[in-house]
Structure formats: C-alpha cells, structure tokens
C-alpha cells in the first residue's frame, strides 16, 4: 500500500473556533468607564477638579466627632452596653447620655417599662375572658386590642384598669371549644400515661359516646372531629382507683374556673368506707385536719348509708378523701365523683362520654 498523501491546504483559510480562541484586542469593544458615585460625577479614575473639592472647615472645640465612641478600658468588653444613640433634633444629647458602661445600664433602666404592671395575658385571665394560655395564642394572632392599639407582642405589660378588646376572631374559636364529661373507669390515669395505665382521654372517641341521654337536644348535637382532640386537657384529677365524672376541656375559661387558684367550685363524691368512725372524728372530717403542713377547707361530710359518706370538698389535693379518712382510722375501699358544681354525672355509663349541654354550667 502506498503511503497516505498529506491532505493539500484549503484555498479559504478555516474559521477558528470562538470559543477557543479569545477574540483579538483591536476589536475588543470598550468598556464605559465605570462611575464610582463621586460627588463630581466624574468616571472611576478620572482626576477631581480642583473647584470641586468642598473648603476643609475647622471643627468646633469641645464637641465629640467620634462615630463610636471607644468602650470602657475598666469593664470587659463582653459586658459593654450596646449603644444607644439618637439624633439632635429628637433632642438626644451624644456628650450628656451614657453610652457604655454601669452608667448605660442604669439610665436604660430607668426608662424601661416597669415590671410593677402585670401581663396582658394575666389581667385577660383574672377578667375571666379566657385562660393565659389563650391570652398567649390571642396575642400572638394579633386579636387583642388595648386602650385602642393592637398588641402582638407576647409579655407586654399594661395596666390593671386598660381597656381591652378582643377580636370575633378570638370568640368564634372560643365558641367552637368543646367541653366533654366522661365516667372515668377505675384503672386508668387522669392525665398522661404512668406506669403502664392509659390516660383516660383515650376513651373519648366515636365509639364511646352516649347517645341514648335522655336530655341530648339533636338540633345541638355535634359530630365528633378529630379536631375535638387537640388541647383537650382533664380539668382536675381523679385517682386510678376511683370512678365518676371527669371533666375535659378545650375552653381555658372553664379549666380556670374548676382548678384555677381561686376555685370554689364544689365537688361531691359519695365514698364507701370500712371501720368505725364516733361523732367527734366525723366533726374533724368537716373541719379540724390539715394535710401537707396545711388547714383544710371546711367540708360537707354525713352518712349517706350505713357503710357509705358523702364528701363535698371546695379544694381537691391529692389523694385528699383517703387520706383525710385514714387520718380517723377508716379505709376507703370505693370513691366515686357524682357532681361538679351544679352538672350531675346522672346516668352516664362508665367508660361513656358525652358533650356538656348548651344548658350547663358548673
């Protein structure tokens, strides 16, 4: 085979790839002179005109210049009080006011709101529009107005006697709050899950509603939501050997009226007891124990049977009817919750649910 020819030249010289070669600097296109805001409006590396340069004037004496004042030599700079400027015409004074230091700190202070006021949330609380927690989700929701000005700022302090205003918004999420009764069985937990015992709250689902209650109005009678789970929380306790009426709520307004530090709402069980008890112990039950170091409130207590005491109690400490009847030498050996102010369990089957009627109020 003959050796390959090398190929002959093209007349037309070939294109050369743009891309791989930079494009030549005669035909460059210029760059416009970039312009760096300068009072003159010249271009970047012009020179300045000589008139346009302002005169140099001397500064005052006795005037402080400094942008940033330097910190303290005497005090750590971890502790410097941020700077707190303003502007002459506010009537801020650079050389009068402190900038770092203790003396910082101490007139900030003196202008700070006073902690002497209580909060929003609490005076809403005491005025019984909702509960604190509420107030706090309120607040945050921007549904809150006080002495006409919106507040959303969560901890702001007002004064006890300011007018507030809540927003329909606020009421209408209230009203839609459900408050359930419940015949809590015995071997289950007022709260969260302890030692192996489910919460009563488990109980409350579609299944479990009483709907044979002679009193149920089906004009009023909601569809159970899953939504009726969320903030659903007991408004008081029941031990996990007792039975009767549980109370859970969404509305903050009834959880502080029944458990609230102010509560006198009565409670009434009717307990069943084995031992002797004489008149005078019976007396002591009214009135005359303390438990915890602490009086007891008087109570209501009479035979309702032979072998049974009704108790009605305004205060409810723990384990406080077994103790207080242990105290005068009698075993409890069944307790059961019948009332909550003026609501009545009635005929509610345990481990059964129903809605707290339009027509209730503890």
Known sequence: ??????MAPSAEPRQQDARLSPPSASVQPEKPKQRNHRFDGKAHGEPYAADALPAKQP??????????????KNEPQYRQAPRRGGKVRDGYDSLATPQYGAAAKA???STAV???????????????????READVWIANSWVMVDGEIVDTLGTRIRADAEIIISSYAHEVQSEAVTILLHKPVG?????AEDGY??????????????DDPNINPQQHKEFQRRFLTGLAPAGRLDIDSTGMLVLTQDGRVARHLIGEDSSVEKEYLVRVEGQLSDADLQRLNFGLSLDGEKLKPAKVSWQNEDQLRFVLREGKKRQIRRMCEMVGLHVVGLKRVRIGSV???KLPPGLWRYLRHDERF
Request: contains cysteine; charged residues 25%.
């Open 1 to 6: 085979m003959s050796a390959a020819k090398p």
């Open 59 to 72: 500064k005052p004496a006795g005037v402080d210049h400094r942008t940033t004042p330097r910190p303290d």
């Open 107 to 109: 007139a900030y202070k």
């Open 114 to 132: 006073s902690t002497d006021l209580p909060r929003l949330s609490k005076v809403m609380a005491e005025r019984g529009l909702c509960s604190r």
């Open 188 to 192: 289950y937990v007022s709260g969260q």
């Open 198 to 211: 489910e919460p009563a709250i488990v109980l409350v689902h579609p299944d479990n509603e009483w709907l």
């Open 344 to 346: 009545n369990l009635g």
